[in-house]
Nanobody, 127 residues
């Protein structure tokens, strides 16, 4: 069955870094665009970053630009999110998701369009 398993979350001080990973199985990973979303307590799930099937380009939320880097390894069926200079507003549960479709046509920032989701990993940034 389809599985997306996130790891790498934890507690970090403001200004610190974390590297999230997502291991995919049960579907043809290289044919899906991948995204990271996060959800803070009491807030809606929001887009963080997405990467096209080939890994050749990624798009980021304004809040993540310049601090976060998303990458993928289609040989290992994994995606990563390198997060630097973290601050308390980055706190939340981070979800990995997979979406079918043509990268230039679909809206990869729209969570409702994603086909598969992981269970999430908690990121807590202390001030």
């Amino acid at each position: 069955q389809v599985q997306l398993v996130e790891s790498g979350g934890g507690l970090v001080q403001a200004g610190g870094s974390l590297r999230l990973s997502c291991a995919a199985s049960g579907f043809t990973f290289a044919t899906y665009n991948m995204g990271w979303f996060r959800q803070a307590p009491g807030k809606e799930r929001e887009f963080v970053a997405a990467i096209r099937r080939s890994g050749s380009s990624a798009v980021y939320a304004d809040s993540a630009k310049g601090r976060f880097t998303m990458s993928r390894d289609n040989a290992k069926n994994t995606v990563t999110l390198q997060m630097n200079n973290l601050n308390p507003v980055d706190t939340g549960v981070y979800y990995c998701a997979a979406r079918w479709g043509s990268y230039g046509v679909i809206d990869v920032t729209d969570a409702t369009g994603y086909n598969y989701w992981g269970q999430g990993t908690q990121v807590t940034v202390s001030s």
